[in-house]
């Protein structure tokens, strides 16, 4: 009788076990995306990322003739980095909708190698959708700091959302901007020159 209430007890408690474990299931999925989206914002707000730069200058400033075989060569070098720095965190229409609206890079976009500052993510806040409809949306709030030469470095806030897709489980939709544009004032000022 007493192997038997062992028993008992042993099984209720298995069962205890099972329901918290599909309860972090959840849970789990939740703070893998969080991960995501901190991944892609240490990407994004650190930088430049000097790769990217030399990239998009030879794809987009590349040989007079557009349409050269060399000109695609560089096209298709910039887009084979961005697919390799990104498709691990979005699904292929997210990141090319991410990058169609100008998601990715837009604080390196007009990096000038003359002119050099830098990007720091200092602090990230991610939070996912009280909604339980949206629960696949997560808000993201994000400082930076800027510092350049002859500058004093200056902190901007940033804010954004991400949705992920269901089916893959990964981003879909990325956007984030700032709270006011004195950041892209700063770096265009650099990039127009003294």
Known sequence: MIVAGCSEQGVATEGKETKTETAPT???SVEANIKTIEAVLEQELNGPDEEYVQLVNAA???????GSVKQKEDE????SYIK?????YFTEDGLLRAESIGMLFQYQYFYDFEKEYQLRL????VKQSDIDTASNQYFI???VEFSAPGEEPSLHELEGKAIFSTKEGKIGNFQLGQKDPTLSKKISNLGEGE
């Open 141 to 143: 709030k994000a400082t």
């Open 76 to 79: 298709m070098r910039l887009t």
């Open 26 to 28: 959840t849970e789990h």
């Open 122 to 125: 200092v602090d990230s806040e």
């Open 60 to 66: 987009m400033g590349g040989t007079e003739d557009m």
């Open 84 to 88: 390799e720095k990104y498709l691990p």
